[in-house]
């Protein structure tokens, strides 16, 4: 299996699609990036039990109850998986009233930095087509004047 660098964009959308099964149970992965998916990609705030919750970029809200009905956990295997990701640095946790913030850390290398959708400042479910830039291929040396970069095909073309 390939271990290349890089990352995918996964959009929250994913979770309607039939192989996301949320009648299933959720193994270690699943669970992993159903965090990711949950955490807040902006500064926000959720209105929970009555309570004003605010949340930075790359933090959630959620009880061990809520996880353990989501993912069809014990709530004992949900604390002990959130153990298990503090003492790897994937996650830090605060406790909140009724529930705990859990702050993804290193979100912005997850997601590829605030600045990675600069046309946009919401949350969105839907994939934006983007002309890729600073590719190998979308490089032209200045020396070779008689080429053009055609964007968006990568390709060079004779003029």
Same mark, same amino acid.
């Given at each position: 299996m390939s271990k290349e660098k890089g990352y995918i964009r996964l959009y929250r959308s994913i979770?309607?699609?039939f192989l996301w099964d949320n009648n299933r149970v959720f193994d270690k992965r699943s669970a992993w990036i159903d965090l990711l998916l949950m955490a807040s990609y902006q500064p926000t705030e959720r209105l929970i039990d009555g309570i004003l919750v605010k949340l930075?970029?790359?933090e959630l809200y959620a009880s061990t109850r809520f996880l353990a009905s989501r993912w069809k956990w014990s709530k004992d295997k949900v604390s002990r998986f959130l153990v298990l990701l503090e /003492?790897?640095?994937m996650v830090r946790r605060k406790r909140a009233t009724n529930g /705990?913030?859990?702050?993804i850390e290193k979100y912005d290398y997850f997601q590829g930095g605030k600045d990675t959708d600069k046309d946009t400042n919401e949350d969105t479910d839907e994939p934006r087509t983007r002309t890729p830039t600073g590719t190998k291929t979308n490089k032209v040396k200045e020396s070779n004047k008689s080429k053009k970069n055609i964007r968006g095909g990568g390709r060079i073309v004779e003029e």
């Open positions: 979770t309607d699609n930075e970029r790359g /003492t790897q640095g /705990t913030i859990i702050l």
